[in-house]
T-cell receptor, first 113, second 114 residues
Framework: EAGVAQSPRYKIIEKRQSVAFWCNPI?????LYWYQQILGQGPKLLIQ????????DSQLPKDRFSAERLKGVDSTLKIQPAKLEDSAVYLC???????????FGSGTRLTVV | SQQGEEDPQALSIQEGENATMNCSYK?????LQWYRQNSGRGLVHLIL?????REKHSGRLRVTLDTSKKSSSLLITASRAADTASYFC??????????????FGQGTILTVHP
């Protein structure tokens, strides 16, 4: 089966600019997650969707981050305006059921200069 | 917040040796999972062990879980240079602020020398 697709693979932007990341999960996976992984740390959950509804966004910095999952399939994560500390790898994952194993995409490496 | 904490932070061994990584967590769990991450890549799911299981095997991987000590270990037998990667434990919690979420530890960096 096809994996979780993410784009772009890399992005370099200046602080205060905006950026968007795209994710296409595995077909049939109802649950989709966005994680932020800062260099040298484990991934941190930003937001979790079940179909097109938000299940958990408690760790999403809502003053600058937003995410949507239209039609319960693809998802986009946006940062506006970006800060230097947003430099990280943004990982999208999906799962067939909430308590199962997750399938991760290759991630988008964001550098804010 | 980090639920799982891995030990050691870094491990360097020779090809053919066994590698053991440990993970401790804080709250009761539904299950514990181990993931592998090659440099600059996404995470790959290795194995899932449920809270009512004590040991699980998958190829050269052996995972144990001790819920009384809130700890798990990952053993990679007969390691290969291709096993060089970061390994993360992650838990689905039954309580606390991490309830129902897959929460990761900081990871162990494993280097296997040919």
């Amino acid at each position: 089966e096809a994996g979780v697709a993410q784009s772009p693979r890399y992005k370099i932007i200046e602080k205060r600019q905006s950026v968007a990341f795209w994710c296409n999960p595995i077909s049939g996976h109802a649950t989709l997650y966005w994680y932020q992984q800062i260099l040298g740390q484990g991934p941190k959950l930003l937001i979790q969707f079940q179909n097109n509804g938000v299940v958990d966004d408690s760790q999403l910095p809502k003053d600058r981050f937003s995410a949507e999952r239209l039609k319960g399939v693809d998802s986009t994560l946006k940062i506006q305006p970006a800060k230097l500390e947003d430099s990280a790898v943004y990982l999208c994952a999906s799962s067939l059921w909430q308590n199962g194993g997750y399938t991760f995409g290759s991630g988008t490496r964001l550098t804010v200069v | 917040s980090q639920q799982g904490e891995e030990d050691p932070q870094a491990l360097s061994i020779q090809e053919g040796e066994n590698a053991t990584m440990n993970c401790s967590y804080k709250t009761s769990i539904n299950n514990l999972q181990w993931y592998r991450q090659n440099s600059g890549r996404g995470l790959v799911h290795l194995i899932l062990i449920r809270s009512n299981e004590r040991e699980k095997h998958s190829g050269r991987l052996r995972v144990t879980l001790d819920t009384s000590k809130k700890s798990s270990s990952l053993l990679i037998t007969a390691s290969r240079a291709a096993d060089t990667a970061s390994y993360f434990c992650a838990t689905i919690s039954l309580g606390g602020t991490s309830y129902g979420k897959l929460t990761f530890g900081q990871g162990t960096i494993l280097t296997v020398h040919p």
